[in-house]
């Protein structure tokens, strides 16, 4: 029997097998952090322009982004689907508001690296879900979209790995748990 759980901001999907995915550069979080702090403080963002059109902080943003991306070595993409071999834990993960790539880089990226300092000697992988993530679907409670495509990769990982499996078969567990 395969229970399966809904979270909104992350599934963990363990899969036993061998250690076929390598941890990247490791991120000093703290630092990490105080970074973002430092580039966004004076930065401020009209949610909902009066004209409806885009406003014009966001490209300042952007590239306040790209900054950090380089200085850090941050990478907003995490295809975990298009890896081959297994890996012990891999999770799926939908990124936050306005966020770029498929992890973003506020709270993805660093909690990969937390679950990797975590886990030891398992390997751990993540899957980012493409999607808006835009104030709309935010407003909404959810971006429908992209809770559908959260399943579909969810589902598309546990089908592309359950011949990997041990006979204790796949878990699913969240990931504050």
Not at 4 to 32: E, F, N, Q
Not at 92 to 114: H, I, Q
């Amino acid at each position: 029997m395969r229970i399966w759980a809904l979270i909104t901001l992350s599934l963990a999907v363990s899969t036993y097998g061998h250690h076929s995915v390598s941890p990247k550069t490791h991120l000093d979080v703290k630092k990490y952090a105080a970074r973002i702090a430092e580039l966004f403080q004076n930065t401020t963002i009209e949610l909902f322009p009066q004209n409806g059109s885009t406003d014009p902080n966001m490209a300042d943003i952007s590239k306040k982004w790209e900054q950090l991306f380089s200085e850090f070595k941050i990478d907003s993409q995490e295809d975990a689907l298009s890896q081959t071999g297994c890996v012990d834990i891999t999770v799926v993960f939908a990124k936050g508001t306005n966020e770029s790539g498929n992890v973003g880089a506020v709270v993805g990226p660093p909690f990969l690296e937390a679950l990797r300092e975590k886990a030891g000697s398992w390997s751990v992988a993540m899957q980012g879900v493409d999607y808006a993530a835009n104030v709309t679907g935010f407003a909404l409670g959810g971006d429908p979209d992209g809770s559908l495509q959260m399943y579909i990769d969810s589902t598309s990982y546990s089908s592309h790995f359950a011949n990997h499996s041990t006979t204790q078969g796949v878990r699913y567990c969240c990931s504050s748990c």
